[in-house]
């Protein structure tokens, strides 16, 4: 049987890249992106650490997402007595 040996796919690279260099409260550097990854709660919380946008907290992909516009839910009757 032959052995082969594969490569592992660019995303997993990055991924593994990334939890390398996980940014914590201690870490964060100014223009580092704020959003929260995980509970933190729970052993491994980080923030996503990539470049922030200018004048923005969060990065690019952050940005977009934090000022998506909610979506309409319907109105529920409440008894508000």
Same mark, same amino acid.
């Given at each position: 049987?032959?052995?082969?040996?594969?490569?592992?796919?660019?995303?997993?690279?990055?991924? +593994?890249?990334?939890?390398a260099v996980? #940014?914590?409260? /201690?870490?964060?550097g100014t223009?580092?992106?704020?959003? *929260? &990854?995980?509970?933190?709660?729970?052993?491994?919380?980080?923030?996503?650490?990539?470049?922030?946008? +200018?004048?923005?907290?969060?990065?690019? #992909?952050?940005? /977009?997402?934090?000022?998506?516009?909610?979506?309409?839910? *319907? &109105?529920?009757?409440?008894?508000?007595?």
């Amino acid at each position: 049987m032959e052995s082969t040996t594969e490569m592992p796919h660019d995303a997993t690279v990055l991924k +593994d890249k990334k939890a390398a260099v996980r #940014k914590t409260v /201690a870490t964060l550097g100014t223009n580092d992106c704020r959003w *929260p &990854i995980g509970d933190p709660q729970i052993a491994g919380f980080h923030f996503c650490g990539e470049h922030a946008s +200018d004048g923005h907290p969060y990065c690019k #992909k952050h940005t /977009a997402q934090a000022s998506t516009p909610a979506r309409p839910r *319907p &109105i529920q009757n409440r008894n508000w007595e």
